[in-house]
């Protein structure tokens, strides 16, 4: 089994994609927007966000989601044989 994989640090603002959204639904847009930015990015469909960097999100509540964030995105993909390729997935963490 061969395993590739890529590993970016990105810095997201989102108080440019928060700006006029309900408070009620601020931290929940902001995983929502911190998935769709790894999408543009790497064209990928599978992706999962480390449980850290979704309570940071939602650490002071769904009204007050921070304005900025560092994460680490690591994409990899497995080979299950030669003739197959893998379906390649993102996993997005925090950086500290």
Not at 34 to 49: A, G, H, P, R, S
Request: glycine share 2%; proline share 2%; aromatic share 10%.
């Amino acid at each position: 089994m061969q395993h590739k994989s890529l590993n970016l640090e990105c810095t997201i603002n989102l108080h440019k994609k928060l700006y006029k959204v309900d408070f009620k639904k601020r931290a929940a847009r902001a995983l929502f927007e911190v998935k769709k930015f790894v999408k543009q990015l790497l064209n990928v469909k599978q992706i999962k966000v480390d449980s850290n960097l979704n309570k940071k999100i939602w650490k002071k509540g769904r009204r007050y989601a921070p304005f900025k964030i560092r994460v680490r995105i690591v994409k990899k993909t497995e080979h299950v044989t030669r003739t197959t390729s893998g379906v390649p997935f993102v996993f997005i963490y925090e950086v500290k």
